[in-house]
């Protein structure tokens, strides 16, 4: 029985290439001349169209953050991290001069590590915190609880307890960490609910990391290995790495990715149809989606050439692929009754995304 039966799509993109083109060049031009402070400003503008062109029952979303919002949260994200590395480094010496120890003296400098670990991990939390907060629909907003340093250590346990499993626990933390999100996630008076385990996932991601385990074996052997043997044949004639080494090299790693990724796009399909399936907007809709590990394949594939074929020039053409991907595969049963949705009463944050933005994991957009 196909559980999406019922199911229409959610949202509706009508953004437009050309339109798109004209922010971007605008965001670049505007960067570049301000080494880089523009690009606060940049996004904001990126996620103002893109929001802006996106419809649900025939309202159209509306982004309310501002370029200096994310600035100030990059600011303050900076000043905290300069701030405990001064602490750090001063307590680390403090403790080395007075014990002797050296061993004693690295503790801060391993609490510090420890605790840009815990913020790395909560950035993500914050983030969609903040995005949540300026997403606007028929005038509400949508909100999140929680605290954003509990789910940073949350996160960074369940990292340390992948390591020790072999990465076995993966699909477990998977939809934990998903769960956490979801249920602290709420639009206006409705909160957003996710039941689900990770037990479906588990054939899935065992074929795609077994399937990469093999894969990487074959290309090593096939690759790696006379590259190896070449290597150190001509360490003791030559001075100079062999051409035909370096080809190896970056062929193994070209092929070993690709493959990978085709791997994991089966993988993935399977963790987003499973936390997407299991996922409401209280008793008012149920999700679905429509993706495949084949459909997500050829939108990866195919995006990342566009990008890296025309040197980043393809970023507009890629994001409203990516788009049309969310829209067309994104679906929904039921219907919202804008009067029935009463407004947020979560406080929203004052500043966005600092940690996000200062470590450079959340990308352009």
């Not at 689900?196 to 790696?224: C, D, E, M, N, T």
């Not at 030559?238 to 070209?254: D, R």
């Not at 009463?345 to 004052?350: E, K």
Request: hydrophobic share 50%.
């Amino acid at each position: 029985m196909d559980q999406n039966a019922g199911q229409r799509p959610l949202l509706t993109y009508d953004g437009n290439i050309g339109e798109l083109y004209g922010i971007f060049i605008k965001n670049l031009l505007l960067t570049i001349v301000t080494v880089g402070i523009y690009r606060f400003w940049a996004t904001t503008a990126l996620r103002r169209y893109v929001w802006s062109r996106m419809r649900f029952q025939d309202e159209r979303f509306e982004y309310t953050g501002t370029g200096g919002e994310l600035f100030k949260g990059f600011l303050l994200a900076m000043g905290i991290l300069i701030g405990s590395m001064i602490v750090a480094f001063g307590l680390s010496a403090i403790l080395s001069k007075l014990t002797g120890s050296a061993a004693l003296g690295m503790l801060p400098i391993i609490v510090l590590y420890a605790a840009i670990g815990v913020f790395a991990a909560g950035a993500y939390f914050s983030a969609q915190r903040y995005r949540l907060s300026r997403t606007v629909w028929c005038g509400i907003r949508g909100g999140m609880t929680g605290s954003m340093m509990r789910y940073g250590v949350q996160a960074l346990l369940y990292g340390l307890l992948c390591i020790v499993t072999l990465f076995q626990a993966v699909p477990w933390v998977t939809v934990r960490l998903a769960e956490r999100r979801i249920n602290a996630s709420s639009f206006g008076s409705e909160p957003f609910r996710f039941q689900g385990q990770a037990g479906p996932l588990y054939k899935a991601f065992l074929l795609s990391f077994l399937g990469i385990v093999v894969w990487g074996v074959v290309v090593g052997i096939l690759f790696l290995g006379p590259a190896i043997s070449l290597f150190f044949a001509q360490l003791g004639g030559e001075h100079h790495v062999p051409t035909k080494v370096f080809v190896a090299f970056f062929s193994f790693y070209v092929l070993f990715i690709v493959g990978a990724l085709l791997m994991r796009c089966y993988y993935i399909a399977k963790v987003s149809q499973h936390i997407v399936g299991n996922t409401t907007l209280g008793t008012q809709l149920r999700f679905g989606t429509s993706i495949t590990g084949r459909r997500l394949l050829v939108i990866v594939i195919s995006n990342l050439a566009i990008v890296v074929f025309t040197l980043g020039l393809g970023f507009p053409i890629a994001l409203n692929r990516v788009m049309h991907f969310i829209a067309d595969t994104l679906l929904v049963e039921g219907k919202v009754d804008p009067q029935s949705l009463g407004q947020s009463n979560v406080a929203a944050p004052r500043t966005g995304e600092g940690a996000l933005n200062l470590l450079d994991h959340g990308g352009g957009f």
